[in-house]
């Protein structure tokens, strides 16, 4: 499935990225460790010790650990679909005999058909060196990423194997479009959330990072510009020591971490060493990516936090939301507290109003809440501007639209985005479709191209969708297209 999409800046990444160096024993040995640490599952426990059954390894995981890591060096083959069983990979490893490859047998002689053995003055006389330099060059216009380049990152979790997927959308002016992944990231834990950011973690005036949470504790930050790399650049919290106990495990975690699965991320764009999170544990966090540390802990859920959100207009101003069926805004004074009918899915700040939010929530609902409600009369409940029975099922994603107000949209578990009109606190929906990618898990609009909607759900693909292309969409909104600057001279 695909849990969390992301739109990058045009521009943000690297045109021709790196390739990272191969990685070191000890980097190998790690991969390894956690692998076969997380084949064996872990459960939440408050006290930063847990006990897991040590039985659940098996064959099969043998051989699932060997494939992903195979995959994260670069060496990825098709045995993760064909079923190879671990006593065949064992017995092509002893065929090879790679212990004693480079001795020679005295018995064997080496033909030739004297072509191959002429010397060549120059390369360009190499008929085997003909065509190398452009291959190169292919090669190179593959893999490189122009200014004018939408790019994804997709959270795909699947049966072997869960990765980063970095998709590369190409616009045109007739309307067709060209799709097409530019390069993966495998990660050792089923990604849940995502979050782009680009605080030069490395140096320099801007990165270009995605960061993950996961079903595990930690936070994992990747550098998009590096292609094949096996470990990311920073961790955020985790697992800081494992003991095997009379078969079961026990686990401390490191200080500040988070206990549980992370559910939810927001990086801060005013603030950009600030990334929020949100946990299974019942906690919110705030982190300094640069420094690796964990600033704030905020404990006012009494239930898993499924989302976060920063104000667009007040930096300072985070929204959470949570399955004990409430929303909180800190830190205005103590915090307000809205209660809504169900639990959370997932919520948003209107970026043309600095005032505004909606929240997802999984009877197929989606509800309005205006702060200054709350503020005008504290003492009352807190209650929203407006109720809109969305969906058949649980809504697990909204995404304002970024250039047209009032434009919302939303995808739930019945396999439907919708495409609502706000105005008035009065909700119409203006369009929907079915784009054949099971229940909606993720969906947003780009901030580049406003219109198109990139979509991904239970069945593992992406779908974009230029919703302009809807003609009802285009009449109410379509004055709102982007106008394209003049080039000088045309």
């Not at 045109?15 to 024993?25: C, E, G």
């Not at 390894?57 to 993760?80: F, H, I, M, P, Y």
């Not at 470990?231 to 009379?246: D, H, N, S, T, W």
């Not at 920063?310 to 909180?328: E, K, T, Y």
């Amino acid at each position: 499935m695909i849990s969390s999409i992301s739109w990058l800046p045009k521009g943000a990444a690297n045109p021709v990225p790196a390739v990272a160096d191969p990685p070191s024993k000890e980097e190998i040995d790690e991969i390894v460790k956690s692998a076969a640490f997380d084949k064996n599952g872990h459960s939440d426990n408050e006290d930063g010790d847990e006990d897991m059954d040590d039985g659940a390894s098996n064959e099969a995981g043998e051989v699932a650990q060997a494939l992903e890591v195979a995959d994260a060096l670069g060496r990825t083959s098709n045995t993760a679909k064909s079923g190879t069983s671990f006593d065949s990979i064992t017995d092509g490893l002893r065929e090879l005999d790679m212990e004693n490859y480079d001795e020679e047998d005295d018995g064997i002689e080496l033909f030739s058909t004297g072509f191959g053995d002429l010397y060549y003055q120059s390369n360009d006389m190499d008929p085997y060196l003909k065509d190398k330099s452009d291959d190169d060059s292919e090669e190179v216009e593959d893999m490189t990423i122009n200014p004018t380049d939408a790019v994804l990152v997709c959270a795909h979790s699947g049966d072997e194997v869960s990765q980063l997927e970095v998709w590369i959308y190409e616009e045109s002016d007739d309307g067709d479009s060209n799709m097409y992944v530019h390069h993966d990231i495998i990660i050792s834990a089923n990604p849940l959330c995502t979050a782009w950011l680009d605080c030069p973690l490395k140096g320099g005036e801007k990165g270009n990072f995605i960061a993950v949470g996961s079903m595990e504790p930690s936070i994992e930050i990747w550098d998009l510009d590096i292609i094949d790399e096996v470990q990311p650049c920073v961790v955020l919290g985790g697992i800081a020591e494992r003991k095997e106990k009379k078969n079961k495990i026990s686990v401390k975690y490191k200080k500040d971490s988070h206990k549980g699965p992370v559910l939810g991320l927001a990086w801060n764009k005013e603030y950009r060493n600030i990334l929020a999170s949100a946990s299974a544990d019942k906690r919110v966090k705030i982190w300094d990516v640069a420094t690796g540390k964990c600033d704030i802990t905020m404990e006012h859920h009494t239930d898993k936090v499924q989302a976060v959100a920063w104000n667009h207009h007040a930096p300072r101003v985070i929204l959470s939301g949570s399955f004990d069926r409430s929303v909180v805004m800190m830190p205005e004074h103590s915090g307000y507290k809205w209660s809504v009918t169900a639990d959370v899915e997932s919520l948003a700040w209107d970026p043309h109003n600095q005032n505004l939010f909606v929240v997802s929530l999984e009877d197929g609902t989606v509800q309005g809440f205006d702060v200054r409600a709350a503020k005008s009369d504290a003492t009352s409940e807190l209650k929203p501007s407006f109720t809109l029975h969305a969906h058949d099922k649980a809504v697990c994603t909204v995404s304002y639209n970024p250039s047209a107000p009032n434009l919302l949209a939303t995808g739930s578990e019945d396999k439907m985005v919708k495409l609502w009109d706000l105005s008035n606190n009065q909700p119409s929906c203006v369009a929907s479709t079915n784009p054949k990618v099971g229940a909606i898990f993720s969906m947003s609009f780009s901030e580049d191209s406003p219109f198109l909607l990139a979509m991904g759900g239970s069945k593992g693909k992406l779908k974009v969708w230029d919703v302009l292309t809807d003609d009802r969409v285009h009449q109410r909104f379509g004055n709102y297209i982007k106008r394209k600057i003049p080039q000088s001279g045309s």
